[in-house]
């Protein structure tokens, strides 16, 4: 079953017709349209939405007439609420005010959007489709509120939520132009951007949708919008600085560690890190109401495990890491540079193979080679060899799986004891011992059903999806062929290994995930039991 696309309500309809939520920290009513979340096939979207509103309300100090504001949009997964208050504060200071000056953190507010992605922010939570329709519709509402009321806005997105913002770009386009907000009154700040559009990973594979995960790739973040808007883009981030020729399979595993190790980080960039982007080239013929900047990253994310091991991690990836450097920027196009040099608001698909100077390259790994090994020796030096060896062993597996995972035991009940009754501080004893067991049990138990139901759903687009996929491109190909576009033939056909070898880490990627958070269940619920009952006993036995 499919959906019309609607048209968002325009600043005039939203006045009109509205329904009102009355938020807890403003003591006006806040305007909400009736409508549905417009993406086709999303009805667990809409069955959901009723309990999304009181979590989707736009939350801040009543804001006077003819103010500046800043709208705040937070990332996949974070706290609750999302986004936290530092960043608003902090992300304000750092990425709005010196491309808006004006727009500062005092009258800046979080519009609390799901921001989820099934499986990976838990088996309950929404789908990325359905998690994009409902911050959409939150976005564009309060985004026609607040020009309704006099206010000019910029909107900071970061990770799905510039996702969100490409979706509300796209739907104040289709108004028209008399019912939009005009390009003074509203500007953007994305960070690290999947739609990014030479770049991000939706753009890289636009229109590729995995319906059993509810997960669709939404091509490129509109370059040719009217509103004035900055994008921040982390090198090597897998989400939104994703290899162009995704066939150099070292290029995509240092891709999905960005997106584990450097992608989450974009928040919390200094102000040294933000000076230090680099402003990208762009085509005036695709749009110029855009800048882009890449923020340079120091370290190749495939290397932070090992840098983690104590005393050799260092020495041992640096000696690797100029010649890996090298082989991992060719993904990119280029060996000097960890993201597609050509303009950066041009969207651009995955392609074959890049233009390789053989000779050039062997005289780059030869310096290369060269560099590790002084990098290395310099690296081993007694003062750096001693603050690794501090820094090992600082905390347990165990630890750092509760860290990652974010699982941990239920409380331990504590027991009733009442001096001189034995029989009743033994029953007390018993039964709390009880309760812990099970209430450890039936986590784990639940984690760990939980965690068969992804890898089916995966199993599903393995044996449905990915050939389609295939077979969709092998018509592309046949078609450019038979235009005479031997060119297009080529490069769509060499495209395809790379894809599904992307395809292919994402799946496994979310595959271990949920295999780590099964096994870290049983070892907190088996910790957990121990522990619990032990501290149980000893409220009877000092």
Same mark, same amino acid.
């Given at each position: 079953m499919t959906f019309a696309r609607r048209r968002p309500l325009s600043t005039k309809q939203i006045k009109e017709q509205t329904v009102f939520i009355h938020t807890a920290n403003d003591d006006r009513d806040v305007a909400a349209p009736r409508r549905k979340p417009h993406r086709p096939g999303l009805g667990p979207a809409v069955a959901v939405s009723a309990g999304l509103l009181a979590l989707t309300a736009t939350v801040g100090a009543p804001v006077a007439y003819g103010e500046d504001v800043t709208l705040v949009l937070?990332?996949?997964?974070? *706290?609750?609420?999302?986004?936290?208050? #530092?960043?608003?504060?902090?992300?304000?200071?750092?990425?709005?005010t010196p491309n808006f000056p004006g727009f500062t953190s005092a009258h800046a507010q979080g519009v609390y959007t799901p921001e989820q992605l099934y499986p990976l922010t838990g088996v309950s939570s929404l789908t990325l489709d359905q998690s994009v329709a409902a911050g959409a519709n939150t976005l564009n509402n309060a985004i026609l509120r607040q020009v309704a009321d006099g206010n000019h806005v910029v909107v900071l997105a970061d990770s799905q939520s510039s996702v969100v913002a490409s979706e509300v770009m796209r739907l104040l386009a289709a108004l028209p132009a008399d019912q939009q907000p005009s390009a003074n009154e509203l500007s953007f700040v994305l960070l690290v951007d999947p739609d990014n559009p030479n770049g991000g990973l939706f753009a890289r594979f636009p229109d590729l949708a995995f319906p059993a995960l509810g997960l669709t790739f939404d091509g490129a973040t509109p370059p040719d919008t009217i509103y004035p808007t900055v994008v921040y883009t982390l090198e090597y981030d897998g989400a939104s600085d994703y290899p162009q020729y995704p066939i150099n399979i070292l290029a995509d595993l240092n891709a999905i560690a960005g997106f584990l190790f450097v992608h989450p980080t974009a928040g919390n960039l200094s102000p040294e890190q933000i000076a230090s982007a680099i402003e990208l080239p762009t085509d005036p013929s695709y749009g110029t109401a855009t800048t882009y900047y890449m923020v340079p990253t120091e370290h190749l994310p495939l290397l932070e495990p090992l840098r983690a091991l104590p005393i050799i991690g260092n020495p041992l990836a640096n000696l690797v890491e100029p010649d890996l450097r090298i082989l991992?920027?060719?993904?990119?196009g280029d060996p000097d540079f960890g993201y *597609?040099?050509?303009?950066?608001?041009?969207?651009?698909?995955?392609?074959?193979?890049?233009?390789?100077? %053989?000779?050039?390259?062997l005289t780059d790994l030869v310096k290369g080679a060269q560099l590790g090994w002084n990098d290395a020796v310099g690296s081993m030096t007694l003062e750096t060899l001693g603050s690794t060896f501090s820094a090992a062993g600082t905390g347990s597996p165990l630890d750092i799986l509760t860290g990652v995972t974010g699982i941990s035991a239920p409380p331990v009940p504590i027991p009733t004891i009442v001096p001189g009754d034995t029989v009743g501080n033994m029953i007390s004893v018993? !039964?709390?011992? #009880?309760?812990?067991?099970?209430?450890?049990? *039936?986590?784990? %138990?639940?984690?760990?059903? @939980?965690?068969?139901?992804?890898?089916v759903q995966l199993g599903v687009e393995a044996v449905t999806t990915l050939p389609w996929v295939n077979i969709s491109a092998l018509l592309s190909a046949t078609d450019? %062929?038979?235009?005479?576009?031997?060119? #297009?033939?080529?490069?769509?056909? #060499?495209? %395809?290994?790379?894809?599904?070898?992307?395809?292919?880490?994402?799946?496994?990627?979310?595959?271990?995930?949920?295999?780590?958070?099964?096994?870290? @269940?049983?070892?907190?619920?088996? !910790?957990?039991?121990?522990?619990g009952g032990l501290e149980i006993l000893s409220a009877f036995v000092p």
């Open positions: 937070g990332g996949t997964g974070l *706290s609750v609420p999302n986004p936290p208050p #530092g960043f608003i504060v902090g992300g304000t200071d750092k990425f709005v991992v920027n060719l993904g990119y *597609s040099t050509g303009p950066a608001n041009v969207p651009t698909p995955a392609g074959f193979l890049p233009t390789i100077d %053989l000779n050039e390259l018993a !039964q709390a011992l #009880g309760t812990n067991t099970l209430a450890n049990l *039936s986590m784990a %138990l639940g984690i760990n059903a @939980a965690a068969f139901l992804p890898p450019a %062929l038979a235009g005479g576009d031997f060119g #297009g033939f080529i490069n769509t056909i #060499g495209a %395809l290994p790379g894809e599904d070898i992307t395809i292919g880490l994402f799946a496994a990627l979310m595959f271990a995930d949920n295999i780590l958070n099964a096994v870290t @269940a049983d070892l907190v619920a088996f !910790q957990g039991a121990i522990d």
